[in-house]
C-alpha cells in the first residue's frame, strides 16, 4: 500500500496568516491611516479638519454634522466658491478667502455627541470622498501631533499627523 504525503491543510494556512498578522503588527505599531480627511485638535483647543497629501486632489466641500437621529439637522459647512485649494480648514470659524460658509447651524461641538466630518472633492474628473466619525471626547484624548482618520465603516483610528500626510497613492484613488 502506497502512503500519500499529507498535503497542508486550513489550520497550516490559519498559524501561517497568524503569524504574517503578528509580524506586520510588531513591524509597525502605529495603523495607517486610511481615507482622505482627518480630524485634529487646534493649538487652540478647536477642531481643524485636515487632507492628506493627494497630488490633483481639489476640495469642494468641508462639513461637520451631528450623527443623531431625530430632531434638527445640526452641521457646519463650507463650500469653495472659487477660492484656492486648502490642505485644512477650521470648523465653526469663518472659512477660507474664496469658500462660503453654507451652513453654520453647529456653533461647537458637545460632549455625549456624535458627529461625522466629511469633505467631497474630485481628483482627476472623479468624485472623492472622506468621513471621520468622532466625539469630543476623541479629539480631547488626542496627543500633540495626533490625527483622527477614518478606519473603514463607522471606526476611527488615532494615527500621526506625519503618517496620515504621508502620500499613500491607495487612499488617493476615487
Known sequence: ???????????????VLAALAFFATACDSTPAPKGVLGVERAEDGGVRLLLADCPGYAARDFTVLEDTEGGD????NV?????????????????????????DSLAALREGVPYVATVNGFMNGRNLRGRVPFTAADLAGLG??????????????????DAFLRTDPDRCRP
Open 73 to 76: 439637522l445640526l452641521s457646519w
Open 1 to 15: 500500500m502506497m502512503m500519500r504525503g499529507r498535503r497542508p491543510g486550513l489550520g497550516y494556512a490559519a498559524a
Open 79 to 103: 463650500h469653495n466658491g472659487g477660492g484656492a485649494a486648502v490642505r485644512d480648514v477650521r470648523a465653526f470659524q469663518a472659512p477660507p478667502e474664496g469658500w462660503q460658509t453654507t451652513d
Open 144 to 161: 500633540d501631533g495626533q490625527v483622527l482618520a477614518w478606519a473603514g465603516g463607522d471606526e476611527t483610528v488615532t494615527t500621526s499627523r
